[in-house]
């Protein structure tokens, strides 16, 4: 069965601190999509990365990056130098694109970055 | 820049009334989901379609809940009659085939409609 795991709840950091958000995933599929979106306090659903099961480079984008580890079903998001507009719930999900279009999110992760 | 629009953002209605929420998906894009998000249950899926056919809806309570899509640029969600438990944000999502040919890849979310049911 697929499953997205969001062990923190909330994290609370002060700005300029660099944070981790974890997620860890269960999934039988060799071909599957990681994704990360965030959820500001205005309630959209941005989408920040999506990465495929065959590539496990890791990615960076300005402040933010991303160690995908097939070893350890964990696809972790960092972020570097926080900012007071990094504060939001971040989700990591899951697809399986042989099987379905279906996304399984986790809980999601509320960041809190304060000045 | 190409986005996901909905509406209406937001609505009050009280219980029984009919809700139809509205979805453009983004140009191009021929899969569009709708999802709920409540505090208890988190972001769910409710039904999704390809080419304008309705591929699961398997989320969706089928008593009072309709999904279609008369047309390429609009999805429709409608809950007759509605009932508190409804209140949730409702959001739709669009995205291209992906290039296996099967499932879509990234999904573009909408900015959601929060609905209160009173």
């Known amino acids: 069965a697929q499953k997205v795991t969001q062990a923190q709840t909330e994290i609370s950091v002060v700005e300029k601190e660099d944070v981790t958000l974890d997620c860890v995933y269960e999934t039988r599929d060799t071909t599957y999509y990681l994704f990360w979106y965030k959820q500001p306090p205005s309630g959209e659903l941005v989408f920040l990365i999506r990465?495929?099961?065959?590539?496990?480079q890791n990615e960076i984008s300005g402040r933010y990056s991303w160690n995908f580890q097939k070893s350890t079903s964990s696809f972790n998001f960092t972020i570097t130098a926080s900012q007071v507009v990094d504060s939001a719930v971040y989700f990591c999900?899951?697809?399986?694109?042989?099987?379905?279009?279906?996304?399984?999110f986790g809980t999601g992760t509320r960041l809190q970055v304060f000045p | 820049d190409a986005r996901v629009t909905q509406t209406p953002r937001h609505k009050v209605t009280e219980m029984g009334q009919e809700v139809t929420m509205r979805c453009q998906p983004i140009l191009g894009h021929n899969t569009v989901f709708w999802y709920r998000q409540t505090m208890m249950q988190g972001l769910e899926l409710l039904a999704y379609f390809r080419n304008r056919a309705p591929l699961d809806d398997s989320g969706m309570p089928k008593d009072r809940f309709s999904a279609e899509m008369p047309d390429a640029t609009l999805a429709t969600l409608k809950i007759q009659p509605s009932e508190p438990r409804d209140s949730a944000v409702y959001f739709c999502?669009?995205?291209?085939?992906?290039?296996?040919?099967?499932?879509?890849?990234?999904?573009?979310f909408g900015p959601g409609t929060r609905l209160l049911v009173l």
């Open positions: 999900a899951l697809s399986e694109p042989y099987n379905t279009d279906k996304l399984i």
């Open positions: 990465r495929n099961s065959f590539d496990e």
């Open positions: 999502a669009s995205g291209p085939s992906g290039t296996s040919g099967r499932a879509s890849e990234t999904q573009y």
